[in-house]
Nanobody, 125 residues
Framework: QLQASGGGLVQPGGSLRLSCTLS????????VAWFRQAPGKEREGVSY????????RYADSVKGRFTISRDRTKNTVYLQMNYLKPEDTAAYYC????????????????????WGQGTQVTVSS
């Protein structure tokens, strides 16, 4: 019920915008997060948004470069990624939950039980 899209190949320093669209079935899942997983590495929380009030959180590794936002009319959450680095290369996933997570755990994969398929982001020259 979550559809992620927007990945691709980009040069270092470039930008991409990922989209996560929630189906009507998932429209009440107000708490959405983006995660990423590179080969051989654990899944890492990237950013979180409360679609009701716009509260956000970011991993330190992406602060100042990535921006999460939502369009409530389209049931879509975006992840604008600027100044991309090779270490941002990963499969990116969006996930959602119904109830507000504890903020200290908002970027923990264990907090989410609705996941979309991944979209690959490759940063390379």
């Amino acid at each position: 019920q979550l559809q992620a899209s927007g990945g691709g190949l980009v040069q270092p320093g470039g930008s991409l915008r990922l989209s996560c669209t929630l189906s009507a079935f998932s429209s009440d899942y107000y708490h959405v997060a983006w995660f990423r997983q590179a080969p051989g590495k654990e899944r890492e929380g990237v950013s979180y948004i409360n679609r009701r009030d716009g509260t956000t959180r970011y991993a330190d590794s992406v602060k100042g470069r990535f921006t999460i936002s939502r369009d409530r009319t389209k049931n879509t959450v975006y992840l604008q990624m600027n100044y991309l680095k090779p270490e941002d290369t990963a499969a990116y996933y969006c996930a959602a939950r119904l109830n507000r997570p504890v903020m200290s755990a908002a970027l923990s994969a264990a907090m989410y039980y609705n996941w979309g398929q991944g979209t690959q982001v490759t940063v390379s020259s």
